[in-house]
T-cell receptor
């Protein structure tokens, strides 16, 4: 069964550094998403992406965040200057229709 | 906007006990409803889903029925096992606002003791 993949599984970075989290959505999906889960908390929507542009973003997704689909397969989330509070699990998801999102396994980001 | 309210946890049960985790939602249109399970240190696993009113989702002994009249999607299992210990998230997507985005509840931690 096709699946969403994410790399790396764990990223450790120093405060102020830039990080890029990578996702490979399922190949025939058209809508892509990033979510964040701070340890022990709920899963929060960050951004949705369709037709090479952001279709919606939450208030969490400020100017420090950006997303890109640099080629036909990857979907990336960049954090320009990481803060301690960016430490979280980041999930990528993609959909083909409205009934189910396919979530990746997540990238655990630790900012020290 | 859309919202999902889950019963507060944590929930602690003995093995073979009956489980109910309540979930209610607010959304425009006709969303699809989901339960996800998350084991410690792992990602989200889809447990079950229902895409329209009166649908019953089921998997691994868990069930939930989409009740539009009460805007609820309560998770039930007749006899829990120690291996069911995890965090359970109720979620919706496909409402009239950003159709594909998922909105999650706060999660309910279930601990099953032998």
């Amino acid at each position: 069964e096709p699946e969403v993949t994410q790399t790396p599984s764990h990223q450790v970075t120093q405060m102020g550094q830039e990080v890029i989290l990578r996702c490979v959505p399922i190949s025939n999906h058209l809508y892509f998403y990033w979510y964040r889960q701070i340890l022990g908390q709920k899963v929060e929507f960050l951004v949705s992406f369709y037709n090479n542009e952001i279709s919606e973003k939450s208030e969490i997704f400020d100017d420090q965040f950006s997303v890109e689909r640099p080629d036909g397969s990857n979907f990336t989330l960049k954090i320009r200057s990481t803060k301690l509070e960016d430490s979280a699990m980041y999930f990528c998801a993609s959909i083909q229709d409205l009934y189910e999102q396919y979530f990746g396994p997540g990238t655990r980001l630790t900012v020290t | 906007g859309d919202s999902v309210t889950q019963m507060e946890g944590p929930v602690t049960l003995s093995e073979e006990a009956f489980l109910t985790i309540n979930c209610t939602y607010t959304a425009t249109g006709y969303p699809s409803l989901f339960w996800y399970v998350q084991y410690p240190g792992e990602g989200l696993q889809l447990l079950l889903k229902a895409t329209k009113a009166d649908d019953k989702g089921s998997n691994k002994g868990f069930e939930a029925t989409y009740r539009k009249e009460t805007t609820s999607f309560h998770l039930e299992k007749g006899s829990v096992q120690v291996s069911d210990s995890a965090v359970y998230f109720c979620a919706l997507s496909g409402s009239n606002t950003n159709a594909g985005k998922s909105t999650f509840g706060d999660g309910t931690t279930l601990t099953v003791k032998p």
